[in-house]
């Protein structure tokens, strides 16, 4: 631009144009996009520079819930934004709408992955704010000593915590290539390098447009690397650890190696957590999900498993779990053995690792080797003791349905009887009264009753006459089926349906649906009974000449 002299202008003119409008990718704010015209007019008034530039103002909308008025609240932002022309007042509203279900939902997946979903960690903290403007210098710190290197990339690092800024970040090539060159040159001489660096593209990879540019820099590719050195880092430090304590004449040295490797840790899991959700970002793309495979991201994730942070924890199961949805992976968790590790996780007091870990084993548990495992691993017990702890409805369901697939292995049904499983689902069955019953409980109810000792647990106390009381009075077919299932089984649970044979008997009529009567009926043939005299039964209730027997129903 052309240098002028202060008395040369006279005046600046300024021309605003109203843009675009959309919605803040991970706040509950509008982005108004508009462009700003600067002419700076000469003596006479005839314009001498001129510049434009795209620019954009957030409206950031705290207030934004379920009980706000939308309507007035889109009259209010228009009033008090003149870059909004009064027209768009319905644009504005439908925006606003958006906001408030995209909140609710949780489907966006801007949102769910955003940078601030990564707490900070020790070592973020500085004395100075970071300035975008700045950045030239902070690049430059990049090209000093690992102290000044680290100074600089935390920095950044603050720069690129403010969604905002990425779009501008990403422009500046030399900041990013620096980073990914420094990352690549040093990491294993900073802990606090490497994670801080890692944590900057992470930030990136938060937002799926931005995942090109990581990959670019081959991000992905070096997260792995560094983790399996990290990880084979920490059987060392395990290992010394054990000789150490061993060894009774270096009790102090032991303690002191302690001390230093509790300070390690820490730093280590911060690294390991911020490489892994990267990763776990980038994972979006099935291809680049398929060359962590190839990479043999499960067998690390399932080594990872035996650490204690439990924000490490949910992050790494989260990963898994997603990745169980591929036959390829699942036969890796089988061969890693990862369902073993699992159940140490359970049960847990942090409520986000016992859900993700409880999904994670439901997506597992439709294969007959691995609920193999899960029971060897001693998972019955430990789930059916869940079952009766848990508040939480979801919850709950996810150990039914788990429970369900093991229950339908029948050299695995015996062994619900040694727990307190049964009895609870027994109280859930009459805890549901006369509504309907959830699909899973019933259907769990009716496997279980498939096996000799649990049909002795059900039929204990009032269970076989509350059964009956609800099957016989809602014409359930599904309690009939379960009913039916304890029948079968020869021993003193048989002789406790004598009382109810004319019961049955009396369902068999032409009103009753199909389904229905098949299971009563079936019930009736189990009943082998020496004391019971059928020829009576079959002539009180008509049975031989049931219309349903000659194709009359």
Not at 400 to 426: E, G, W
Not at 459 to 475: I, S
Request: net charge negative.
């Amino acid at each position: 631009m052309e240098k002028l002299q202060a008395e040369d202008a006279r005046y600046l003119k300024r021309k605003v144009k109203g843009g675009s409008l959309d919605v803040h990718p991970t706040e509950k704010a509008l982005i108004v996009q508009y462009e700003l015209e600067a002419t700076i007019l000469g003596e006479m008034g005839d314009p001498m520079v001129g510049e434009r530039k795209e620019c954009q103002k957030i409206i950031r909308l705290k207030s934004l819930n379920a009980n706000t008025d939308i309507a007035t609240l889109a009259r209010k932002v228009v009033e008090e934004c003149r870059l909004i022309h009064p027209s768009k007042l319905p644009e504005v509203e439908q925006l606003l709408f958006y906001l408030l279900n995209r909140k609710k939902s949780g489907n966006d997946k801007r949102e769910k992955h955003s940078p601030r979903d990564l707490a900070p960690f020790e070592g973020m903290e500085l004395d100075e704010e970071a300035n975008i403007n700045r950045i030239d210098h902070y690049v430059e710190l990049l090209y000093e000593d690992i102290p000044e290197k680290v100074r600089g990339a935390t920095l950044i690092l603050h720069l690129a915590r403010n969604p905002d800024n990425l779009e501008e970040l990403l422009q500046n090539e030399t900041a990013l290539g620096a980073l990914a060159r420094v990352l690549r040159e040093d990491w294993k001489q900073s802990v606090d390098l490497a994670t801080t660096i890692i944590y900057v593209f992470f930030c990136f990879s938060s937002f799926s447009q931005f995942h090109g540019q990581v990959t670019h820099y081959k991000i992905g590719a070096l997260c792995m690397n560094i983790i399996e050195h990290e990880l084979k880092r920490y059987d060392l430090w395990q290992d010394e650890l054990q000789k150490k304590a061993a060894n009774q004449n270096v009790k102090k040295e032991h303690e002191k190696a302690f001390k230093k490797y509790q300070g390690l840790l820490i730093k280590q899991e911060q690294l390991l957590q911020v490489a892994l959700h990267l990763l776990l970002n980038l994972a979006e793309d099935t291809r680049t999900e398929l060359k962590m495979r190839n990479k043999n991201i499960v067998h690390t994730l399932v080594k990872t498993l035996d650490r204690e942070d439990e924000e490490l924890l949910v992050l790494v199961v989260s990963f898994l779990k997603k990745l169980s949805i591929f036959l390829e992976n699942k036969n890796d968790m089988a061969e890693t053995y990862a369902v073993e590790k699992l159940a140490r996780l359970l049960p847990c007091k942090h409520e986000d690792l016992l859900n993700t870990t409880l999904r994670l084993l439901l997506n597992l548990s439709f294969d007959t080797g691995l609920r193999s495992q899960m029971v060897q691993a001693g998972l019955i017990p430990k789930l059916s003791a869940l079952l009766g702890t848990l508040f939480n409805d979801t919850t709950r369901q996810l150990c039914m349905c788990i429970l369900y697939h093991i229950s339908v292995d029948d050299r695995f049904k015996s062994m619900f009887a040694y727990t307190d499983c049964i009895p609870q689902l027994m109280k859930m069955l009459f805890d549901c009264g006369e509504s309907p019953m959830d699909p899973e409980l019933i259907s769990f109810c009716i496997n279980l009753a498939a096996n000799k000792r649990n049909a002795q647990v059900i039929c204990e106390g009032n269970g076989l006459k509350m059964l009956m009381k609800r099957g016989l009075k809602l014409k359930d077919v599904l309690t009939m089926k379960m009913i039916r299932n304890v029948s079968q089984h020869d021993g003193p649970t048989k002789n406790l349906f004598i009382d109810y044979v004319g019961d049955l008997a009396a369902q068999t009529g032409v009103q009753e649906r199909e389904e229905y009567v098949i299971e009563c009926l079936g019930t009736l043939a189990n009943l082998t009974i020496p004391d019971l005299d059928w020829e009576l039964v079959l002539k009180e209730y008509n049975l031989v000449v049931n219309p349903l027997f000659l194709g009359g129903h």
